[in-house]
T-cell receptor, first 113, second 118 residues
């Protein structure tokens, strides 16, 4: 059974810091991995999607990497801003189970001005 | 264009009552998903549709839960005889295609319906 774990559960950093969020998964037979952002009381916003054949994706100050063999992904946020404060969720899609996503429990990020 | 919309945004009901939660996906998206999110947890898969048919309903917790998508667009999640443990945020998502290895696979989420069972 695929399990997705995110560490740390919560993180507080001063504005301007570069930071890394971690995601690990137990079954390496994934189809893709997606990082989401969730603001309090809101739905999820897709940040980056990495296909199983890719190693990384970049969007602005965000960079996500994927290492299937070790079952890990990282989300790197450069020059953090207070507006980055939110919960970040990673989710994997398995190759043989259609489109459903299996989520980690999230990392709650707080960026202090 | 318009994103995924869900109604109602909040629903308070009493134990034992029946509720319906509605999802309007992005126009043209063939795949539609339902997830449930408890406080402090990531979303948990319930069911997904490809077109009108339920392609995978393995996440539905028991037979009190049922979902339909009769015309391949709007979907309704139905919960019978609600229990306090059903309280959660119910999220709906849609994607252009689930079987294409491309950005069309990206799931777009609605704001959710917060269900509270008293």
């Amino acid at each position: 059974k695929q399990e997705v774990t995110q560490i740390p559960a919560a993180l507080s950093v001063p504005e301007g810091e570069n930071l890394v969020l971690n995601c690990s998964f137990t079954d390496s037979a994934i189809y893709n991995l997606q990082w989401f952002r969730q603001d309090p009381g809101k739905g999820l916003t897709s940040l980056l999607l990495i296909q199983s054949s890719q190693r990384e994706q970049t969007s602005g100050r965000l960079n996500a990497s994927l290492d299937k063999s070790s079952g890990r992904s990282t989300l790197y946020i450069a020059a953090s801003q207070p507006g980055d404060s939110a919960t970040y969720l990673c989710a994997v899609r398995l190759g043989n189970q259609g489109g459903k996503l299996i989520f980690g429990q999230g990392t709650e990020l707080s960026v202090k001005p | 264009g318009a994103g995924v919309s869900q109604t109602p945004s909040n629903k308070v009901t009493e134990k034992g009552k029946y509720v319906e939660l509605r999802c309007d996906p992005i126009s043209g998206h063939t795949a539609l998903y339902w997830y449930r999110q408890s406080l402090g947890q990531g979303p948990e898969f319930l069911i997904y549709f490809q077109g009108t048919g339920a392609a995978d309903d393995s996440g539905l917790p028991n037979d009190r839960f049922f979902a339909v998508r009769p015309e391949g667009s709007v979907s309704t999640l139905k919960i019978q005889r609600t229990e306090r443990g059903d309280s959660a945020v119910y999220l709906c998502a849609s994607s252009l295609n689930w079987f294409r290895a491309s950005s069309e696979d990206t799931q777009y989420f609605g704001p959710g319906t917060r269900l509270t069972v008293l």
